[in-house]
């Protein structure tokens, strides 16, 4: 079920003490989607997906995530009200990946996470499929 759809910008200034998704300008066409809902004594391992794609919107807004993910991931996550281990976190470019955020131990004020990219797969894409086809 398709829960959100918009476009995220993000001027590469800090506001409110809160470090930008990265230093560069950029923006991005989001989708959340509700993939699963726990149901008694049913939990998925995964519940939402954020399917992610370059939107552009002006030249110089032409940042890529695959460096940031793990800041974009917290601001959506905060906003959204996600959790960012139980998300698949999608993005659309010449090739269809995901990002892994694992969490790991806590050295500094905040979390950090060990990030790894990976080709989506079969049945990812076969769950996801309906929703992209017009991004």
């Not at 409110?16 to 989001?30: F, I, L």
């Amino acid at each position: 079920m398709l829960l959100h759809d918009f476009i995220y910008e993000w001027d590469g200034k800090t506001t409110k003490g809160e470090k930008p998704v990265s230093w560069w300008p950029g923006s991005y066409r989001v989708k959340i989607i509700k993939l699963a809902t726990d149901k008694n004594n049913i939990s998925y391992l995964v519940h939402t997906a954020v399917i992610l794609k370059n939107a552009r919107t002006n030249p110089t807004m032409n940042t890529s995530l695959k460096n940031y993910i793990h800041n974009f991931a917290r601001k959506i996550s905060k906003e959204y009200d996600l959790k960012i281990d139980k998300t698949l976190w999608i993005e659309l470019d010449d090739k269809i990946r995901v990002a892994q955020l694992k969490p790991e131990q806590k050295l500094a004020p905040e979390l950090l996470y060990s990030i790894s990219w990976r080709p989506i797969r079969p049945n990812e894409l076969a769950m996801i499929k309906s929703y992209i086809t017009d991004m």
